[in-house]
Each structure stands twice: as structure tokens, then as C-alpha cells.
């Protein structure tokens, strides 16, 4: 029996253990995949991860809000894949060469479920709405499809300096201020946290053939906006992302059109 958790506050609604279950039972595995609840506070972060690796633990995954704190423990104590070091951030902890090694499998899931849905992302271009944690994470993964990338968010200054510090690793992004949204575009991806608030985002006169919403389970008015686009929303992202993070553990590939989910 392998065990495993996902971190995070809150971390009851979580469906990281259904998904998991699905796909232990896809590949035939026995595993335990549990929520567990921390304080908001570094000290705490750290002692619950120390508790469950040297508890036998064999995978954590890591939610909102500790993802930029398992990083620094990471870096701390441990190694850091190229994507988590890219993101600035971890949702995927595991024990590799007896030290903990966090990786980042956010925005590879982002990708993964773009291609499964059959979007070519080669040589297209992508406008990634908003400049934080999230849109840091799909950077590398959509530049390393081929994809022409373009950040566009409310304070400009944000996406700047998102922009330089890319650059500083020999990856081009172009820089925008959410205003200048316009023209046509392969892809867009939401990756504010407008749907999660709520709130509408001005999106101007800008068309696109792909609108990706990063959040799932709610009202989308940015999938409203684009209605003769193929709207997607991130359940797909957080299926895949937690199927990286279960190949990296467990070495089994899965394949998801064999996973029974009922979420
Ligand atoms: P995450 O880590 O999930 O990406 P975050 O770091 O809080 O979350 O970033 C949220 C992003 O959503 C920011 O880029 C924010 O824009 P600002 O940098 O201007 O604050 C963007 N955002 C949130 N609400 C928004 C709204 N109503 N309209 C436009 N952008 C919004």
C-alpha cells in the first residue's frame, strides 16, 4: 500500500482523492490518497510534510495556499524539478535519491489537456490573461509546445517584470497591460482569478478560436464572453496535472480514457 496526500486550506472540496483512486484503480495499484488540513503558517507547512515522509508517505501534493512555501523547503532542504524552479512553485513533493524533491506539474496539465482536445499549439499564438502564480507555471510548458506566448494583465508593471525575469532563462514572452487585449489569437487562457472572485474581466474586442478557463465548478464569464470560440474549462488541467504527479510517484502510465471518474 503506497500512501499519499494533498495539503492544503482549505482542503475538504478537494477531488485530488477521488482522482487519484481512479487512477490507482485504472493501473491496478493499492494506494491511499488523503486530504489533510494545515495551518496557514511555514512552521506548521513544514512539520506536517517531516511528519509524513518520515512516516513511510510516498507522494504529497501540494494546493493553495502552501504551493510557494514547499518551494522554499525545497530549495531548502531539497532539489526542485525545472518547472517548479520556473514557477516559483510546488504542487508535486516526493522522495527521490533520499531527499525531497518537489516538481511543478500545473502547467503541463494545462498543456496536456490543450493537446488531448486536439489543440495544435505549434507556432500558435496564446494570450495568458493575468501575471501570477498561474500564468508563471504555464510559461515554460506552452514555450516548450512551440506556442507564441503573450501575457496580458491589469497592472502592467506585473507582466513586465514576469517578462524580464523569463528572459533572463533565454525565453521570449511579450508584455502587456489587460487594456491592450485585442486582434485574434490561436488561444486564450484566463489565468486571473476573476472567475474564482466572481468578477468580469474586460475583454475588450479580442476574438479567439480557443478560450481556456484555468478555473472549473464555476459560472465562467469569460467562456460566456467567447461564445463561438471551443470553450474549456480547468477540469481537464487539474486531471492531468494530478496524472503527472501520479506517474512521477508510482512509474505506472495512465491512460486516462481507461480512468472511470465520477466527479
Ligand atoms: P494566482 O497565483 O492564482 O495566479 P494571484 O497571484 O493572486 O493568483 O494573481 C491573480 C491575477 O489575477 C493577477 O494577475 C491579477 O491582476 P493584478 O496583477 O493586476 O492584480 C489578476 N486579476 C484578479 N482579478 C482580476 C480582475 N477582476 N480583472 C483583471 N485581472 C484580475
Known sequence: MHHFIVIGNPISHSKSPAIHAAFACSVGLDISYNRQFCPNDFGSFKAVI???FHGG????NVTLPFKEMAFDICQEVGTLSKYAK???AVNTLAIKGGKLYGDNTDGRGLVADLVGRGVDLH??????LGAGGATRG???PLIQSSAVVSVFNRTLAKAQTLAQEFATQGITINAHGLDELTGHFDVI???????TTGQSLDLGGVSTDVAYDMMYGKPSAFLEHFNTAK???GMGMLINQARLSFELWTGRAVDLDKVVLDL
Not at 508517505?57 to 504529497?60: E, K, L, P, S, T
Not at 487562457?189 to 472567475?195: D, E, Q
Open 50 to 52: 517531516e511528519a509524513f
Open 57 to 60: 508517505g510516498v507522494g504529497a
Open 86 to 88: 520556473n514557477a516559483g
Open 123 to 128: 507556432d500558435k499564438t496564446v494570450a495568458i
Open 138 to 140: 504555464a510559461i515554460l
Open 189 to 195: 487562457i484566463n489565468a486571473t482569478s476573476a472567475t
Open 231 to 233: 470553450q474549456i474549462d
